[in-house]
């Protein structure tokens, strides 16, 4: 069993940055590949980016792309997700997610383990 627990989320003007921590509890941390997905009112939720159990593997959405950064640190059981140059299409509930199996899917139904989000909302 893991338990997430997202923070850092809050209001910023378009430009700005945040960034995002996913704090994991139990010891099996980096047997896990972690993700970040968001979800915005009215839609439904969409990948954002996801790391492999090492660091080694990273791929984003396009939409992200070269403009935020996951990583993690396994000796904290964190993960994170930096993020820059942020527009109001940005604004939504920011989710991670562990994945047991490593798949590196951009499907929520892959993922065993959900955090409760952290609100993100971007002004213009």
């Known amino acids: 069993q893991v338990q997430l627990v997202e923070s850092g989320g809050g209001s910023v003007q378009a430009g700005g940055s945040l960034r995002l921590s996913c704090a994991a509890s139990?010891?099996?941390?980096?047997?896990?590949?972690m993700a970040w997905f968001r979800q915005a009112p009215g839609k439904e939720r969409e990948f954002v980016a996801v790391?492999?159990?090492?660091?080694?593997?990273?791929t984003y959405a396009g939409s992200v792309k070269g403009r935020f950064t996951i990583s993690r640190d396994n000796a904290k059981n964190t993960v994170y997700l930096l993020m820059n140059s942020l527009k109001p299409e940005d604004t939504a509930v920011y989710y991670c997610?562990?994945?047991?199996?490593?798949?590196?899917?951009?499907?929520?139904?892959?993922?065993?383990?959900w955090g409760q989000g952290t609100q993100v909302t971007v002004s213009s």
């Open positions: 997610a562990a994945d047991r199996s490593s798949t590196y899917s951009r499907s929520t139904y892959n993922y065993d383990y």
């Open positions: 790391i492999s159990r090492s660091g080694d593997y990273i």
């Open positions: 139990g010891r099996t941390f980096s047997s896990y590949s």
